[in-house]
């Protein structure tokens, strides 16, 4: 049995397929196995993984249709034979240390379930995409269990080929998840609520390689609005049971879009909450715009912090605080 199986989707990933393996090859950690399951690649790359295959025999390949990334990772995770698993995307670069300190850390830390690293961005695109680079800022900041709950709502807290997870938790939540939307958030979502502990190793550990066929960009179940819709299922679930209505703090662009989305989703917004005077006393859509003195009156909300400038989720939490309000509990940060 290999210490860690690497799940390894491909479809298509020509020449920077070469450079993923070979990272994986120079791992300081070699007792691995990379089980890569060919989703219906046309571009050579089946013949890529053949070779590697033949060569080293700590590379299993699977070949199947091309059914989608949800439906490969879970192929991979069904026919792993370690008790931890490594995501790898076939475009992506381990560096040397990589699994072998996942590992190591996952060994001294019974409790944690899933374990990631900080992540560097390279690629063609990358120095132009601010706003990845802004996630990849934030992400990279959240080091802990505590501080990944806190921000849970905002984003995916972690870069999902940057992971290592224990294979009996993602059995235990059914495995991936095939729907319109981000199967790697919706895991790790159903696998905070299911109450497995979480950790991110503070070493720049992966290469995450932007570029213009990156899903994010060009497939629908990764764009925002979908991001949101998982959200809000949970919070459904989580914290708006009973009619809980929402308080949204934020009459932006931002409070704006998530007003909108949950009361399309049947959920009852009872105001916005804002400290820009030009705004404070008009309805949006119906639902008054309330100032701070006038926050106890939504007792039994749920606040959702919905802003975005820098520095602005800070401000509102100290406020919050002030007037009562427990954070994770009456107020969550989303995005």
Same mark, same amino acid.
């Not at 995770?77 to 475009?91: E, G, I, T």
């Not at 695109?125 to 501080?147: E, I």
């Given at each position: 049995?290999?210490?860690?199986?690497?799940?390894?989707?491909?479809?298509?990933?020509?020449?920077?397929?070469?450079?993923?393996?070979?990272?994986?090859?120079?791992?300081?950690?070699?007792?691995?196995?990379?089980?890569?399951?060919?989703?219906?690649?046309?571009?050579?790359?089946?013949?890529?993984?053949?070779?590697?295959?033949?060569?080293?025999?700590?590379?299993?390949?699977?070949?199947?249709?091309?059914?989608?990334?949800?439906?490969?990772?879970?192929?991979?995770?069904?026919?792993?034979?370690?008790?931890?698993?490594?995501?790898?995307?076939?475009?992506?670069?381990?560096?040397?240390?990589?699994?072998?300190?996942?590992?190591?850390?996952?060994?001294?830390?019974?409790?944690?379930?899933?374990?990631?690293?900080?992540?560097?961005?390279?690629?063609?695109?990358?120095?132009?995409?601010?706003?990845?680079?802004?996630?990849?800022?934030?992400?990279?900041?959240?080091?802990?269990?505590?501080?990944?709950?806190?921000?849970?709502?905002?984003?995916?807290?972690?870069?999902?080929?940057?992971?290592?997870?224990?294979?009996?938790?993602?059995?235990?939540?059914?495995?991936?998840?095939?729907?319109?939307?981000?199967?790697?958030?919706?895991?790790?979502?159903?696998?905070?609520?299911?109450?497995?502990?979480?950790?991110?190793?503070?070493?720049?550990?992966?290469?995450?390689?932007?570029?213009?066929?990156?899903?994010?960009?060009?497939?629908?179940?990764?764009?925002?609005?979908?991001? /949101?819709?998982?959200?809000?299922?949970?919070?459904?679930?989580?914290?708006?049971?009973?009619?809980?209505?929402?308080?949204?703090?934020?009459?932006?662009?931002?409070?704006?879009?998530?007003?909108?989305?949950?009361?399309?989703?049947?959920?009852?917004?009872?105001?916005f909450v804002e400290v820009d005077r030009r705004?404070?006393?008009?309805?949006?859509?119906?639902?008054?715009?309330?100032?701070?003195?006038?926050?106890?009156?939504?007792?039994?909300?749920?606040?959702?912090?919905?802003?975005?400038?820098?520095?602005?989720?800070?401000?509102? /939490?100290?406020?919050?605080?002030?007037?009562?309000?427990?954070?994770?509990?009456?107020?969550?940060?989303?995005?």
């Open positions: 049995m290999p210490r860690v199986s690497v799940l390894l989707p491909v479809r298509d990933a020509g020449p920077v397929l070469n450079e993923c393996l070979s990272s994986l090859q120079a791992q300081t950690l070699t007792d691995l196995e990379v089980v890569a399951v060919d989703d219906g690649s046309s571009d050579g790359s089946t013949e890529r993984l053949s070779a590697l295959a033949a060569l080293d025999p700590r590379c299993r390949l699977l070949r199947t249709p091309a059914q989608g990334l949800p439906a490969a990772l879970n192929a991979a995770a069904a026919a792993a034979r370690s008790p931890l698993l490594a995501r790898m995307d076939a475009d992506d670069i381990a560096h040397p240390q990589r699994l072998a300190l996942q590992v190591e850390f996952l060994d001294a830390h019974p409790e944690i379930a899933v374990v990631g690293c900080r992540v560097r961005l390279t690629g063609s695109v990358a120095a132009g995409n601010q706003g990845m680079r802004d996630y990849l800022a934030w992400q990279n900041q959240l080091l802990d269990h505590q501080a990944m709950a806190r921000d849970l709502f905002v984003e995916s807290p972690l870069v999902h080929p940057s992971v290592i997870m224990r294979a009996e938790a993602l059995t235990a939540l059914g495995g991936y998840r095939a729907f319109e939307g981000p199967e790697d958030y919706d895991l790790w979502l159903r696998a905070f609520e299911a109450g497995y502990g979480f950790a991110k190793l503070p070493q720049v550990l992966l290469d995450w390689r932007d570029s213009e066929r990156r899903l994010t960009r060009c497939d629908s179940r990764y764009a925002p609005e979908r991001f /949101r819709a998982l959200k809000i299922e949970v919070l459904g679930r989580r914290y708006l049971r009973g009619g809980r209505p929402v308080a949204v703090w934020g009459a932006g662009p931002i409070g704006k879009g998530w007003a909108r989305a949950l009361q399309a989703s049947g959920h009852s917004v009872c105001g705004k404070i006393g008009r309805r949006i859509g119906g639902t008054p715009v309330l100032g701070l003195a006038e926050v106890p009156q939504l007792s039994g909300c749920l606040h959702l912090a919905a802003v975005g400038q820098p520095g602005a989720r800070s401000r509102i /939490r100290e406020v919050a605080a002030g007037l009562g309000l427990v954070d994770g509990v009456d107020l969550l940060a989303v995005a």
